[in-house]
């Protein structure tokens, strides 16, 4: 059965940065596009990156265009989301997401930016 474990989250400080990861296992990574979302209280999951299988193509949200990266090592299978200028309002869960022929979900890490 696919897995997907985050971790990387915590407490920064704003203009601070840091990187997540998500490391995968009992499914074949390199096929799968790759996502991170987040979802902030009481509103709804939205989509942050996304990343092709073999790492060619990415998209971002408008919200952190320049200021995130999303890339992935196929051999270690884990995909990363660097986030650098972090503001107070990239406080969320952040998850990500594996589909292709199935879709697995991590179980989140707390990402907080606060002074």
């Known amino acids: 059965q696919g897995q997907l474990v985050e971790s990387g989250g915590g407490l920064v400080q704003p203009g601070g940065s840091l990187r997540l990861s998500c490391a995968a296992s009992g499914f074949t990574f390199g096929k799968y596009v790759m996502s991170w979302y987040r979802q902030a209280p009481g509103k709804e999951r939205e989509l942050v990156a996304s990343?092709?299988?073999?790492?060619?193509?990415?998209n971002y949200a408008d919200s952190v265009q320049g200021r995130f990266t999303i890339s992935r090592d196929n051999v270690k299978n884990t995909v990363y989301l660097q986030m650098n200028s972090l503001k107070p309002e990239d406080t969320a869960v952040y998850y990500c997401?594996?589909?292709?022929?199935?879709?697995?979900w991590g179980q989140g890490t707390q990402v907080t930016v606060s002074s």
């Open positions: 990343i092709t299988n073999g790492g060619g193509t990415t």
């Open positions: 997401k594996a589909i292709w022929f199935r879709t697995y």
